[in-house]
């Protein structure tokens, strides 16, 4: 099936190298494009694309108040967002992932990791550009106690090898290779570790995995 997909950017150059990128691909159509935060927003919420792909710095509105209002907690039929953005600061990746984003993309990280991104979100997974994945977790979980965030149950072996996996930012099927199981056992334990760990997505699952990391890595 294909992956509809909206492209909000102020740039219109910008717009049209990534819909390029993205149309290249068999898998993947862009059925909308936004000038500005407040016209994507009105057009995801038309269209319900299967993924929107946001800038940091728009008019109006700019992406993590899109992504808010999108994806956001509270939201009660949430799209998937994925932020891209030229801008590698650690408060935007931290704003976007708390306001409900499936993914933080560097522009500059190249086609292959934007597409890896779009098709990630689509398929419920959170991709983060691997050159802030682990800075962007050190700091996203600094100012957490980790009492506050200890699982309300226990985590099985297995449990945690999937979560700390994410936490290193392995995507699904990444799990599955790494530990030699099937796809759908890997969605299985994170449906598990959610309800246990008491978050709602797999950024906040990474979080925890960093939080109670062992002293050598998550």
Not at 137 to 151: C, D, K, M, Y
Not at 173 to 199: D, M, N, R, W, Y
Request: a neutral charge; glycine letters at 8%.
């Amino acid at each position: 099936m294909t992956i509809r997909v909206l492209l909000a950017d102020d740039q219109s150059m910008v717009r049209r190298g990534l819909r390029l990128i993205l149309e290249d691909q068999p898998d993947i159509s862009v059925v909308a494009e936004a000038a500005d935060g407040a016209e994507a927003v009105f057009l995801a919420r038309r269209l319900r694309p299967d993924v929107c792909l946001v800038d940091v710095r728009m008019p109006r509105l700019n992406g993590i108040e899109v992504t808010r209002l999108l994806a956001g907690p509270g939201v009660a039929d949430p799209l998937r967002v994925v932020v891209v953005t030229t801008f590698d600061l650690d408060e935007y990746v931290h704003d976007a992932l708390r306001g409900g984003a499936a993914g933080f993309v560097l522009k500059d990280a190249g086609p292959v990791l934007l597409v890896e991104a779009v098709r990630a979100a689509d398929a419920g997974d959170a991709l983060v550009s691997p050159s802030v994945t682990q800075r962007l977790l050190r700091r996203f979980t600094a100012a957490a106690a980790p009492s506050a965030r200890g699982p309300g149950r226990p985590l099985s072996e297995r449990e945690t090898e999937v979560a700390r996996a994410i936490a290193r930012g392995l995507t699904n099927h990444e799990i599955a290779a790494e530990l030699f199981i099937s796809l759908s056992t890997v969605k299985g334990h994170i449906s598990g570790i959610l309800p246990k760990l008491g978050v709602r997505n797999r950024v906040e699952i990474a979080a925890w995995a960093w939080e109670n990391r062992e002293p050598d890595g998550p």
